[in-house]
């Protein structure tokens, strides 16, 4: 089930250096919109989903 007005995106990481930018830049997005909750797939990390909410990951 997805929640209404949920929205998706892709991003491909070339490199551990693009990866690191990218989750950098997603922690900066998500403390700047502390009422989201951001769900991540993660392949580089094993296939693990990131949650993060006000900056912070929270699983």
Do not use: C, I, Q
């Not at 990866?19 to 990390?45: C, F």
């Amino acid at each position: 089930m997805e929640p209404g007005g949920a929205r998706w995106g892709f991003t491909r990481a070339r490199d551990e250096r693009d990866r690191l930018r990218l989750l950098m830049t997603l922690r900066k997005m998500s403390r700047a919109t502390p009422r989201l909750t951001w769900v991540m797939y993660d392949e580089g990390n094993g296939g693990k989903e990131v949650v993060l909410k006000g900056g912070v990951v929270v699983a």
